[in-house]
């Protein structure tokens, strides 16, 4: 799998589980390529994932 990630929230008693799967790195060069041309033209500083997604 070139991306399986999982974050688990869990007590004692029972767990939440979120997943993610990723059939192909594509998706995850298709981010890079959107991050790196949303620089273009950015004052140097530090930027975060939030400011690329505008959220």
Known sequence: ???????I??????????SHRAQS????????IRAALWLVGKAPGRYSLR???GL
């Open 25 to 32: 790195r594509a998706i995850f060069a298709r981010g890079a």
């Open 51 to 53: 400011d690329v997604l």
């Open 1 to 7: 799998m070139p991306g399986d990630h999982s974050v």
């Open 9 to 18: 929230f869990a007590t004692e008693d029972e767990r939440l589980e979120l």
